[in-house]
């Protein structure tokens, strides 16, 4: 009887963030709903409740369904029977729990049927999701997709694909060729219209495809015909009713077992083309990616706090030299890192989530009717830090759940390497979270930018305005003072206007970023509620360490030592 | 007409997760140091009801229960998972009821709600173990029933096919309805709460219930009938007095011990074969096993 959303009291403090009213307000529209659908909430602190109740039946399928499923889906994986993929016993199980209960289609307006959830309920669903099952995360995450369709498909398309989510509709986003992984640029699978059938039908070879079997999956084609580049792709909706592809193979992985990989064949296949042509990579993908990025956060916190669990557990457990090793600085120090890790991604990814929030919404609403002046400036405000949040978050959230779960194994010494506990699938599962969605290489190639035009200097000093209680003004001074050094290392890397050397070292830059952004967070978590004042000491004083490091490798480094790096 | 289910379930103390404070000094159950849950098999008898209603479209489900005015959050549980109506019986009068006088008040509910095509319960509840409730409202009410189910296998016209968990074996039986079918543990676990049902729902009140709010929110009622949740008392079901409560209750307590475990003899065994098949046969004469 285990309930991941109630026995994680992080959870209903970021849900309660004070944000929040303005940004369900915004999504309910003066709750308008109330007479048209039994569902719709009467006011604020209904739908508040709502969030909080429905957080709770995720909490108990992934506590007493997902969680106990996850070492089987994992030792079996899906199968591939006459070119179609069978999940394993458990994942059909989990899915068919989410399915019963509704929950497909969490964010959809509710014309479509969904439960018109703002992104910060529906992240924390994943977030609670991936704590249970890693690898399930992905087949619910995954409903991402209907976002897409719901944003940029005609409005007869939406009436005939959207009600399907709810009623249990997967989907996948069908990218990845075997010659276009991080170069999407290059997606090759041809789209043509058929001029006698009245349709599009598409033509090539699928690879990594992670969920590739769905009922209803977005598909990335070459409709301009001789392009090479992102301006010739177009985005599709192909539905399996159709029968016109088959899965060829499924990938055998490191991690994430449950999920299935899939390489995908489509021959002749009809599909209905997504908006309008050639801005299927440009305007849709772009847009899918960034909350496929927020997916990955959301992932890599819940197995961060999965890991943790299971290394807090177990060192107040196992007793060596007369005493449980939780008693030994050694072992202490590493959980409460950590916890300090964990609660830290998980601020970004909550912070990230409500600019994501506000911008959406203003811009379902600019559908409608036209937006005030401050609206729009709102809006884009939202959208830029939205923007900025991301790679940061996808950057650490993904590297630090694999230092958790490193950690974790660690503190369970030689059993940790064992399959007798899960921590050894938490930890392979763990290591896609810096790879897929875009690489930790990538997440700095799109941060580096707003080191150069100071946006993160920018947001950091807004963050510096926040008055604090006066017990927080030690961690502020570091911050300030952390900040400053930001500042300088930064000027003195884009001194050398030098690209290579900017990009050498962009990573450190991008680093000592979200380092104070972090720590700003969780001094404002504390500032909120003092029991992370724990969290927000301990991770201030990594940040410092981390930061005084990375300056000091680039202090010590100058442009022509790059030539002895050259391969 | 439409196929009308009814399931009865009770609210009950969780007995398992007991603490040091879960019996008072006199012996009776502290329920205020024990989490109100929905009894384990009932939830298995409300799972059942929704399996027949898959198969039946348009069949209804009403959920019954007796207890104090909290008891109302069986009924809500009940319609999140897909029950469509629900009743409460409730009234001071039917305090300390035994298993005659509880089910005397059911049978009664049972039969205003006439007519009905199955009546489904858990074969047991967690705080009293007597498995008599069920049965002895089929004799109250005249109708067949089939104990232990563990399956509801479908549908031969207009009869039920149910599979029940014997001892040493399982059989189908057939029955025509009105039939009464107590559920028992290994049955199928009940569904997750409905997203969508759950916030249209969570609103529902009894009238005990409605009068403890304010007066604003009684506005959502007038909009939504179905909020509304049927409460009896004991003048609604125009039942004897005389058989309900204690008086209705041949069942008195006599004593109650605390039964304290102790460890009376040892065995030392080794880690052979021989000598675990030894102890698997000690264990089978002994009918510790088997």
């Known amino acids: 009887m285990a309930n991941y959303y109630n026995d994680n009291e992080h959870l209903k403090f970021h849900l309660n963030h004070p944000l929040m009213k303005r940004i369900v307000e915004l999504k309910e529209d003066n709750f308008k709903d109330k007479n048209l659908y039994d569902y719709a909430p009467l006011d604020f602190e209904d739908a508040m409740d709502n969030y909080d109740k429905v957080l709770e039946i995720i909490g108990e399928i992934s506590g007493d369904i997902m969680a106990p499923n996850a070492e089987e889906v994992d030792h079996f994986g899906p199968e591939l029977i006459h070119n179609h993929v069978k999940y394993a016993r458990g994942t059909q199980e989990n899915l068919d729990a989410i399915i019963q209960s509704k929950l497909f289609g969490m964010s959809l307006p509710r014309e479509y049927g969904g439960l018109n959830f703002p992104i910060v309920p529906y992240v924390m669903s994943a977030e609670i999701v991936s704590r249970a099952d890693a690898g399930f995360a992905n087949i619910w995450g995954l409903q991402d997709c209907a976002e897409t369709i719901h944003e940029f498909a005609s409005e007869e398309m939406k009436t005939k694909y959207l009600p399907r989510f709810n009623e249990g509709a997967t989907a996948a986003m069908d990218l990845t060729e075997p010659d276009a992984g991080s170069d999407l640029q290059a997606v090759m699978l041809k789209a043509h219209f058929d001029e006698k059938q009245g349709v599009w039908l598409l033509n090539g070879v699928k690879r990594f495809i992670t969920n590739g079997d769905a009922d209803i999956s977005l598909v990335l084609a070459r409709t301009e015909d001789g392009s090479q580049d992102a301006r010739g792709l177009?985005?599709?909706?192909?539905?399996?009713?159709?029968?016109?592809?088959?899965?060829?193979?499924?990938e055998n992985k490191l991690g994430i077992k449950g999920s299935p990989t899939c390489e995908l064949v489509f021959k002749d296949a009809p599909a209905e083309i997504i908006g309008d042509r050639k801005f299927g990579l440009i305007t849709y993908v772009m847009s899918l990616m960034n909350s496929a990025r927020l997916g990955v956060g959301s992932?890599?916190?819940?197995?961060?706090e999965a890991a943790y669990h299971e290394a807090l557990k177990y060192a107040n457990e196992r007793a060596q030299f007369g005493k449980p090793i939780i008693k030994f600085p050694a072992v202490y120090e590493m959980l409460s890192n950590m916890r300090a890790k964990t609660d830290g991604i998980r601020s970004?990814?909550?912070e990230t989530a409500r600019y994501v929030d506000m911008y959406k919404i203003y811009e379902q609403i600019a559908k409608k009717r036209k937006l005030s002046a401050d609206e729009r400036k709102e809006m884009k405000y939202y959208q830029k830090y939205a923007d900025l949040f991301t790679p940061v978050l996808k950057l650490f959230s993904s590297e630090y759940c694999n230092q958790i779960a490193y950690d974790s194994l660690q503190i369970h010494g030689g059993t940790g390497y064992m399959k007798d506990f899960s921590i050894e699938r938490i930890f392979r599962d763990a290591r896609i979270t810096n790879i897929y969605e875009g690489t930790s290489q990538l997440q700095v190639v799109a941060a580096i930018r707003g080191v150069g035009n100071k946006s993160y200097l920018k947001r950091i000093k807004e963050f510096e305005?926040?008055?604090?209680?006066?017990e927080l003004d030690y961690l502020k001074k570091i911050l300030q003072k952390l900040t400053s050094h930001f500042a300088g290392i930064t000027a003195k890397v884009y001194d050398e206007n030098d690209e290579e050397y900017i990009d050498f070292h962009a990573r450190r830059l991008v680093e000592i970023a979200g380092y104070i952004l972090i720590g700003y967070l969780l001094m404002h978590d504390a500032n909120l509620d003092l029991k992370y004042r724990k969290s927000a000491d301990i991770f201030i004083r990594m940040a410092r360490a981390e930061i005084t490091r990375n300056i000091s490798y680039i202090n010590n480094f100058s442009p022509r030592d790059i030539s002895d790096f050259k391969m | 007409m439409s196929f009308k289910i009814l399931v009865l379930a009770k609210q009950v103390p969780d007995t398992r997760n007991v603490g040091k404070d879960a019996m008072k000094a006199d012996g009776t159950v502290n329920r205020a140091a024990l989490a109100a849950i929905f009894n384990p098999e009932d939830l298995n008898a409300l799972e059942f009801a929704l399996r027949v209603k898959d198969q039946k479209p348009g069949a209804e489900i009403t959920i019954v229960t007796m207890g104090p005015p909290r008891a109302a959050e069986i009924i809500r549980e009940g319609l999140y998972r897909g029950a469509d109506h629900g009743v409460l019986i409730t009234d001071r009068k039917f305090a300390g009821s035994d298993t005659l006088a509880t089910?005397?008040?059911l049978s009664l509910a049972v039969k205003k709600l006439a007519p009905f095509n199955l009546v489904v319960a858990g074969r047991?509840?967690?705080?009293?173990?007597?498995?008599?409730?069920?049965?002895?409202?089929?004799?109250?009410?005249?109708?067949?029933?089939?104990?232990?189910a563990e399956e509801f296998v479908g549908f031969n016209g207009d009869k039920l096919q149910i599979k029940r968990?014997?001892?040493?074996?399982?059989?189908?039986?057939?029955s025509p309805c009105p039939v009464l079918v107590t559920v028992h543990s290994s049955a199928a676990a009940c569904r997750v709460r409905n997203a969508k049902l759950l916030m249209k729902y969570k609103h529902a009140k009894t009238d005990i219930e409605l009068q403890e709010l304010s007066e604003d929110y009684w506005q959502i009622f007038e909009n939504r009938p179905y909020l509304k949740l049927i409460q009896w008392s004991v003048e609604d079901l125009q039942a004897d007095e005389e058989l309900l409560g204690l008086n209705g209750s041949p069942t008195k307590v006599k004593t109650i011990e605390n039964v304290v475990f102790t460890q009376k003899d040892s065995l030392k065994m080794g880690a052979s074969d021989g000598e675990i098949n030894?102890?698997?046969?000690?264990?089978?004469?002994?009918?510790?096993?088997?």
Do not use: C, W
């Open chain 1, 234 to 250: 177009s985005l599709f909706v192909y539905d399996k009713k159709k029968d016109a592809m088959k899965v060829r193979r499924i």
């Open chain 1, 348 to 350: 970004m990814l909550y």
């Open chain 2, 278 to 290: 030894k102890l698997m046969k000690s264990l089978i004469s002994s009918h510790v096993l088997g």
């Open chain 2, 124 to 148: 047991q509840a967690i705080d009293g173990d007597t498995a008599q409730v069920g049965p002895q409202v089929a004799e109250k009410v005249n109708i067949p029933q089939i104990t232990y």
């Open chain 2, 103 to 105: 089910s005397y008040a």
């Open chain 1, 299 to 304: 992932q890599s916190v819940g197995i961060a």
């Open chain 2, 165 to 174: 968990r014997l001892e040493r074996g399982v059989e189908v039986l057939e």
């Open chain 1, 465 to 470: 305005e926040i008055e604090v209680l006066p």
